[in-house]
């Protein structure tokens, strides 16, 4: 099976506009920092993420004052947020393909590498695009975007790379420092 691109990062836009649409919709009043788009190590599933300070806040709470450490992490990890696949009905027909196309693939690591950095590359493309098209509006100041993974090998990699691509100067400089909590 061969992957048309072009048009799996179109459907991962339209996915990603109804998704956070309704996330939008529902807790548009809230600060959203991060806007996110994950998948798992075989890239067999796109789905999103975002989280607001509000949320963040409440975990803090809820964790009884956690240590520098532990507070980025909550607050970087996509599996931690809020708002992690919420209203990701819109993606299933995405996963059902990449899972697909993904265990059809030959056993080879070319192959495999191949696809993940498509979707992967799709990913960004699409947040690109719905950024470009002003979609995020006035949760766009200050919010990062950016594409990770639960592999957590290539994920910060990954995450760095996707925003510094997304974001602007200011965005990605101080993303990349969201982990330097001293020592």
């Known amino acids: 099976m061969v992957i048309d691109w072009q048009r799996l990062t179109g459907e991962i836009a339209r996915a990603a506009r109804l998704s956070f649409s309704a996330l939008l919709?529902?807790?548009?009043?809230?600060?959203?920092?991060?806007?996110a788009l994950y998948t798992d190590e075989d890239c067999w599933t796109v789905v999103?993420?975002?989280?607001?300070?509000?949320?963040?806040?409440?975990?803090?709470?809820?964790?009884?004052a956690p240590d520098p450490r532990q507070r980025a992490a909550?607050?970087?990890s996509s599996a931690e947020w809020a708002f992690e696949a919420f209203a990701a009905e819109?993606?299933?027909?995405?996963?059902?393909?990449?899972?697909a196309t993904g265990s059809a693939l030959?056993?080879?690591?070319a192959a495999f590498a191949a696809f993940k950095a498509g979707v992967h590359q799709a990913m960004v493309a699409a947040l690109k695009s719905l950024d470009e098209s002003g979609f995020f509006g006035a949760h766009r100041?200050?919010?990062?975007?950016?594409?990770?993974?639960?592999?957590n090998e290539e994920a910060e990699a990954l995450e760095d790379r996707s925003a510094r691509l997304l974001n602007p100067p200011e965005i990605h400089e101080a993303f990349g420092r969201?982990?330097?909590?001293g020592a």
């Open 25 to 35: 919709v529902q807790h548009g009043h809230e600060a959203f920092y991060a806007f």
């Open 48 to 64: 999103p993420a975002a989280n607001s300070l509000e949320r963040l806040e409440a975990r803090m709470e809820e964790q009884g």
């Open 74 to 76: 909550d607050k970087w």
């Open 90 to 99: 819109p993606f299933d027909a995405i996963c059902e393909q990449l899972r």
């Open 106 to 109: 030959p056993d080879e690591a």
């Open 141 to 151: 100041a200050g919010a990062v975007l950016f594409v990770t993974s639960s592999d």
């Open 178 to 181: 969201r982990y330097d909590v």
